[in-house]
Structure formats: C-alpha cells, structure tokens
C-alpha cells in the first residue's frame, strides 16, 4: 500500500494500520476484497474492490479501488491477470459494470486500461467528502 501510494504522489494520506486491514479486507465482516498477485515466491502486486448498486440498471457493480503492481515486474501479465480476475468476479456476481478512477497524469495506466477496451468518462467529475467534511 505504501509502494502504491508513493507511486501515486499520495504517501501522506496513508493511515492504514495492519490491524484496520484485518478488519476491513480478511475478516468476515469485511466491505471490501483484496487479490494478491505473487510472480514466483514474490508478491507482485494487489487490487482491492467491493460492490456498488446502479440505479439505473438496477443491479450491481464493482467497484475496482486499487490495482498495483511492483515496478520491477510491470510488462509481465500481472496487471492484466488482476484485471480479468476482478471481472471475472463481477460477472460471477451479476454485476453489469465495473469502474475505477485513474490519476489523470498516469499515462501508463491509462494506456494499459485503454488497450483492455476500457473508456475513459470524460463527461464525469468525482467528488470526496472527508474527515471533518464528512
């Protein structure tokens, strides 16, 4: 998690404690679900997502939070191993859909999503309540 925030210029948001993932991601009332990548005996990298509703449709979807893979083994299939898996998972759960946020200076990542079909939804902005926003 750290190798992924440092990457993405964000290391001073982390506040993740080993004890909060537990809870979160490995326990049985966890709101989200982690896959961890391993390239030989090394872990390559990870992606968390949880399921969402879309009125619209009026079924689920996924959500794909965070998809990481160590910089030393990018170009290997990992990414892309995570990605179908994640959607694989999506259409074993019914979902019509699966989004995700890109850093919009993160060109490498834009172009792996691009080259796997994915669009980019220029038309919408996200939006973040925090801390005492929230």
Known sequence: IQELANYEKLSHQVAAMEEKLKDSLFSADSVAHVLIATYGKTQAGFTVYFFNYSTFLAQPGLYLEDLYVRPDLRGKGIGRALLVE?????????????????????????????????????????????????
């Open 86 to 134: 994640v959607a694989r998972l999506a259409r074993k759960h019914n979902c019509r859909r699966m989004e995700w946020a890109v850093l919009d200076w993160n060109e490498p990542a834009i172009r792996f999503y691009q080259e796997l079909g994915a669009t980019a939804l220029e038309e919408w902005t996200f939006f973040q309540l925090t801390d005492s926003a929230l």
